[in-house]
């Protein structure tokens, strides 16, 4: 995420420079990282339950379709993608615009 931040601070810039405020520009880059996020653990999910019969024999007082365990570790990857996306999103709610327009 820091990576597209950094990309995209040109359009960034222009958004604060119409009149974005800063929580919007925020809440934009979190939006965009819940959808990565949302995507990925769906892939994730559906590759682990489609794989699941070569993990079966590891797996003690577990079954590796769980829905407890698959809500519960969704859930926790999730928040952690949200709070790894607050730095860049704090970042670019405090770019410039003048110097954001300057950047390219």
Do not use: K, N
Not at 84 to 95: F, N, Q, T, V
């Amino acid at each position: 995420m820091a990576y597209t931040v950094a990309r995209r601070t040109s359009e960034i810039g222009v958004r604060m420079a119409l009149g974005a405020r800063p929580r919007q520009v925020r809440l934009m880059v979190l939006r965009e990282s819940g959808w990565m996020a949302i995507i990925g653990i769906a892939v994730g999910i559906g590759a682990s339950i489609g794989l699941a019969h070569l993990v079966r024999a590891m797996l003690y007082g577990l079954t590796p379709d769980d829905p407890t365990t698959l809500i519960g570790t969704s859930c926790l990857l999730f928040l952690i993608a949200l709070i790894a996306a607050y730095g860049p999103a704090r970042r670019a709610s405090h770019i410039d615009p003048m110097q954001a327009l300057r950047h390219e």
